[in-house]
């Protein structure tokens, strides 16, 4: 069963607005929370990471927030720009491990 | 970022050929892993290596094979390829174990299997 799920599936949004990605995990105890961009046909790119005692963390119009009693994850995107078009994955580290538990992604599409 | 190439980027093979896939990394990172990627799943850890000679299995290691001679050589082998290995394959690499160093991907290896 993946620990790490992600809301919603995909999301289609107009440029310049706002939108929010969730991610829900249950890896216990965890090390760090980190958010990726994936473009289609490229891998995967980190945009924050967040160890369990941030609350939130932010890369240019990016911020992703973190509740780890509830073990809970947004990713905001503030004034989406056509480039925004792409995959997001949330990822979760156990402390001192190799190991990461990959969400499926959001697929997220800016339109005109 | 990380220099991680893989190669080749796109594969077209029949069921029951070898294939391997190379990765090339010039960050001189300790750690490498090969991960694949499918439609509806995360990414799946299929092997990974802590050092030159030194691998260990992921959570979808059966039907594959992995070594690691060179540093910066991260070699996968399908020994007999099936048509449920058809996928993305990425290679990463971290500087530590523990990946907070950063866990940096290549462009990805599309392999279908007919």
């Known amino acids: 069963k993946n620990q790490v799920e992600q809301s919603p599936q995909s999301l289609i949004i107009l440029e310049g607005k706002n939108c929010t990605l969730q991610c829900n995990y249950t890896v216990s105890p965890f090390s760090n929370l980190r958010w990726y961009k994936q473009d289609t046909g490229r891998g995967p790119v980190s945009l924050t990471i967040m160890t369990f005692s941030e609350n939130t963390k932010s890369n240019g119009r990016y911020t992703a927030t973190l509740d780890a009693d509830t073990k809970q994850s947004s990713l905001h995107i503030t004034a989406s720009q056509l480039s925004d078009s792409a995959s997001y994955i949330c990822?979760?580290?156990?402390?001192?491990?190799?190991?990461?538990?990959f969400g499926a992604g959001t697929t997220v599409t800016v339109r005109a | 970022d990380a220099g991680i190439t893989q190669s080749p980027r796109h594969k077209v093979t029949e069921t029951g050929t070898p294939v391997t896939l190379r990765c090339h990394q010039t960050?001189?990172?300790?750690?490498m892993y090969w991960y694949r990627q499918d439609p509806g799943h995360g990414l799946r850890l299929i092997h990974y290596s802590y050092g030159v000679k030194d691998t260990d299995k992921g959570e979808v290691s059966d039907g594959y094979s992995v070594s690691r001679s060179k540093t910066e050589d991260f070699l996968l082998t399908l020994e007999s390829a099936t048509s449920s290995q058809t996928s993305v394959y990425f290679c990463?690499?971290?500087?530590?174990?523990?990946?907070?160093?950063?866990?940096?991907f290549g462009e990805g290896s599309r392999l279908t299997v007919l």
């Open positions: 960050e001189n990172h300790r750690y």
């Open positions: 990822v979760v580290s156990e402390p001192n491990d190799y190991k990461l538990s």
């Open positions: 990463a690499s971290s500087p530590g174990q523990d990946t907070q160093g950063g866990l940096f």
